[in-house]
């Protein structure tokens, strides 16, 4: 169908693989983050609101180049930790994540941190009196009661990764078969003479991909008020 | 239950300065809103944190800002009943009554579910989602979740606010039901005067952020009988109503009650106010009233320009009430004999 190659088709699986591994690795730290805002009150909470926001106004190829200077061979993190570990991420389908986890985690954050602002302090405070300590609160409390905004963030911040060009061409480069995803091979056919074909049918595949994505978000969101 | 609190919180303009100790199981905080009672039991709850002072509860130091002692609201076993219910919206009725529970230590559970659900008669809700109960049922349970926490002291904050006068009266006695089965002291919240005869022994009046005196609601009323023009209202809980015509009477101490209004519930508790009952010095020939009841005066006391006088009718107490030229023509002191005569339609049913 649509006479897609081998790389096309590594392309798409490349994309869902980045796109899911960088939601289910920014969860817990979305989580954590969306909780810290919400419920704690600490120095500097106005810095760390900014810095997870900061993504969602750079360009993503502010965020991928500064990766790589972080990230790179002489770059402090990849000098420092990564090399002595015997880790190489730059070039490599990992880079893409991180790229991806670093443009898509405010989205992530914002929704979670909505659903836990809507919770009625009261229940927590319920909990609280009938013996519930931190841990038990948020497990037994705030995560249920913050489910929709979880599920909204991560489906949005998977949207988001899926469409991940500017940050992941940089970090991560365009390998066809190792680092290229359906945008960046969008990209490649489009700028190809008589590539116009195969970066529609593509286009295609994002559309559809995209309409299942929000198909299961809004079934998904019927299911739990239904459930409720 | 003992309780010492001797505590400093300042919120804005607001300062709250309190330091009492008081004994009893069934002890109320009132006041006007504004005056405080709720940041009080929050700081009792330690959902606030005082800024000094100490709460000592049965000789335990729950706060203390001079050793730096402050136990945890988790640690500290209050079980609270709020004006709003604040259920578990994603837990069931079982899981919300289960909630604190299963979190009480096991040598401090006293207190057994079955018993719970049965005196607050909500064993058939038990499988349902909270979303859909009614208000009394999600207040039933709410109060049930708070018992089953096996609470040291149950805090309730204006547990009855929020519902209309019938479902008030309906939820009452399974309230003081649940507390007087598990001997639970509780400290009851509100600014209804009626609400504190009903649930409290002993009071805290609470202004402005200050206690102003400990007393008991009955005072409290008397006091202020001279300042009410709706009179002192008398709460009778009266028993086996039986129809009459068309009216009910009710078994009252000795004697009974016609009252206009009633139900085929064995007990009722109806109010009456001191202005609704008229005294005659002999018997009266003919009266429009329905109950002519022959009653000893057992004292006076005086509220404003009239004097409220107690009544022994035949083992029911009555307060009445007359102005200074009435008392005198009739002569009412300690030990005389009059008659009380009430209308039917005086008694208000409350639940």
């Known amino acids: 169908m649509f006479g897609f190659t081998a790389a096309d088709y590594s392309a798409m699986f490349l994309s869902l693989k980045v796109a899911v591994t960088a939601t289910l690795l920014s969860l817990p730290f979305g989580f954590a983050v969306a909780y810290l805002m919400t419920y704690r009150r600490f120095r500097g909470k106005i810095l760390l609101d900014v810095a997870v926001n900061l993504p969602l106004t750079l360009p993503p190829v502010v965020i991928g180049f500064l990766l790589l200077i972080l990230l790179g061979r002489e770059g402090p993190i990849g000098k420092m930790v990564l090399q002595p570990l015997g880790i190489k991420l730059i070039f490599t389908w990992k880079a893409a994540v991180i790229a991806t986890a670093v443009v898509g985690f405010p989205l992530m954050v914002r929704s979670i941190r909505t659903a836990m602002e809507g919770i009625d302090e009261r229940l927590v405070q319920v909990s609280r009196l009938l013996g519930a300590r931190r841990l038990d609160r948020i497990i037994t409390v705030i995560v249920p009661l913050s489910v929709r905004g979880i599920i909204a963030g991560s489906v949005l911040m998977f949207a988001r990764g899926l469409g991940e060009f500017g940050a992941t061409v940089i970090v991560a480069g365009n390998i066809p078969g190792v680092t290229q995803t359906i945008p960046l091979a969008i990209y490649e056919y489009a700028s190809s003479p008589k590539g116009d074909v195969m970066a529609l049918s593509l286009c295609a595949v994002s559309i559809s991909i995209s309409i299942v994505v929000l198909v299961f978000h809004e079934w998904l969101g019927r299911r739990i008020v239904r459930s409720d | ?351």
């Open chain 2, 1 to 351: 239950m003992e309780l010492r609190v001797a505590i400093q919180k300042r919120f804005g303009n607001f300062f709250l300065d309190t330091d009492f100790i008081i004994n009893g199981e069934r002890v109320g905080v009132f006041g006007p809103s504004g005056s405080g009672k709720s940041t009080l039991v929050g700081l009792i709850a330690g959902l606030t944190k005082p800024d000094k002072g100490t709460i000592i509860l049965d000789g335990e130091p729950l706060f203390d800002s001079s050793t730096g002692v402050n136990v945890r609201t988790e640690s500290r076993r209050m079980g609270m009943v709020f004006q709003r219910p604040s259920l578990f919206p994603h837990l069931s009725v079982k899981g919300n009554l289960l909630y604190g529970y299963k979190r009480c230590a096991t040598e401090n559970r006293k207190i057994a579910f079955d018993d719970v659900v049965q005196v607050l008669n909500i064993g058939r809700l038990l499988d349902r989602g909270v979303k859909h109960l009614s208000g009394g049922e999600k207040q039933r349970v709410a109060i049930g979740r708070a018992v089953l926490g096996n609470p040291r002291l149950l805090l309730l904050d204006e547990p009855l606010s929020a519902l209309d006068d019938s479902l008030k009266f309906h939820i009452v006695p399974f309230l003081k039901n649940v507390c007087e089965a598990f001997s639970i002291p509780y400290l009851f919240i509100s600014h209804s005067l009626l609400e504190m005869r009903i649930m409290t022994d002993r009071i805290l009046h609470l202004a402005n952020g200050r206690i102003v005196e400990e007393t008991t609601a009955e005072d409290l009323v008397r006091k202020r009988m001279g300042e009410s023009m709706a009179g002192y209202m008398n709460l009778l809980q009266l028993s086996e109503p039986r129809q009459v015509d068309a009216l009910y009477a009710y078994t009252w101490g000795e004697g009974q009650l016609l009252t206009a209004s009633g139900d085929e519930r064995p007990e009722g508790l109806f109010e009456l106010s001191s202005t609704d009952i008229m005294l005659f010095k002999s018997h009266p020939e003919a009266i429009s009233a329905r109950n002519l009841l022959r009653c000893v005066v057992v004292d006076t006391f005086e509220a404003g320009n009239r004097i409220g006088i107690n009544l022994d009718c035949g083992g029911g107490r009555l307060v009445a009430e007359v102005v200074r030229q009435a008392a005198d023509e009739l002569g009412i002191t300690a030990g005389v004999e009059v008659y009380a005569a009430i209308k039917a339609t005086a008694f208000r049913k409350l639940g």
